[in-house]
């Protein structure tokens, strides 16, 4: 039997709600109809009271969760596309991210956006948004790349006291599967070595993670060693994980699927360029979706974005330098 990273999410939500009574969901058709993806499928008839439906005002759900958390409570958004979320930005950036430094109040709300592309989703369904909410301090961003840090790594977000911003993605959603749940898990704020290697460090996170591996593989029937690095979150940022990798192989590529301009991957390469220069044997490169919106066609929407073949290309050039 296994679980897929869908599952996990609904899984995750599900002992939320049963372990802590301060715990409850909100957002659009969350209830009876169980989520844009199903995410809270049949938590409402297991939780009753506690899995409510919003009205189609992101704003306004941000503001509630912001108002539950100030009276204790431990809300969960649920934003049926990153997208939308922006439609929120005030309350989350100027409320729920400043309230604990302004009024030494917690605001533990857990936003989660369903982020990334699929095929055929076009320019408002299929943004990464984790760099914007990542600029802000008092935010926490976390990228679960696995089923098991979906698991993990919602329940976490639920039980801490900082706002968090929890970025799943949509195309992981079915197509990953673990064996079963994880019992213990990487705090947050640490990344995780996904593979092994001595000769070119990939650092990735969110279904990027999955395309690294994939080209991993394919340049090991080279002979060649690639280490791939999982962020897991980008707010907090684990500098040292990813240091002591490029330590190791002295080659690094940042991929990611959000546009290039001031993402996280000029973050990760911005650092280690500041802090660990020294450790490179050739420059640093990152590899992010083309500077376009998002295409609707299949097509457009493969060479839109990083795809392992593109992954590959990118990191055999770094590898002949």
């Known amino acids: 039997m296994s679980i897929t990273y869908l599952e996990a999410i609904r899984e995750a939500q599900a002992r939320a709600l049963n372990d802590d009574p301060r715990v409850f969901i909100y957002g659009q058709d969350v209830g009876a109809f169980g989520g844009a993806f199903k995410a809270t499928k049949n938590l409402a008839a297991r939780f009753p009271g ?13 503001g509630l969760a912001v108002g539950a958390a100030i009276e204790g409570m431990r809300p969960i958004i649920e934003m049926q596309f990153a997208d939308f979320s922006t439609v929120a930005f005030n309350q989350i950036i100027n409320q729920a991210a400043t309230l604990f ?12 956006l369903p982020c990334g592309g699929t095929s055929g989703g076009g320019p408002f369904h299929s943004q990464m948004m984790e760099a914007i909410y990542a600029h802000y301090p008092g ?19 639920v039980a801490i006291d900082d706002p968090v911003i929890f970025c799943e993605h949509k195309l992981l959603y079915n197509h990953l599967k673990a064996e079963k749940l994880p019992t213990e898990a990487l705090p947050v704020g640490k990344a995780r070595i996904a593979r092994e290697g001595r000769d070119l460090t990939i650092v990735a996170y969110s279904a990027m993670v999955q395309e690294a591996l994939i080209v991993a593989d394919e340049l090991a029937t080279e002979g060649w060693e690639i280490e791939v690095v999982d962020l897991r979150s980008v707010k907090p940022l684990d500098t040292d994980t990813v240091m002591a990798s490029v330590a190791r192989t002295g080659r690094l590529l940042c991929v990611g699927e959000a546009f290039p301009w001031g993402g996280v991957t000029a ?19 990152r590899l992010n979706a083309k500077d376009t919106p998002v295409p609707y066609h299949p097509n457009l929407w493969a060479a839109h974005r990083p795809t392992a073949p593109r992954i590959a290309a990118a990191a055999r050039k770094l590898l002949r330098l």
């Open 101 to 112: 430094w302004r009024t030494n109040v917690p605001c533990p709300i857990t936003v989660r």
């Open 267 to 285: 973050e990760v390469i911005a650092r280690v360029a500041c802090e660990g220069f020294g450790l490179l044997d050739v420059p640093p490169q």
């Open 139 to 157: 935010l926490v961003v976390m990228t679960p790349a696995t089923v098991e840090d979906a698991y993990s790594m919602l329940l976490e977000a």
């Open 50 to 62: 506690r899995v409510l439906d919003a009205p189609i005002s992101e704003d306004a759900m941000a």
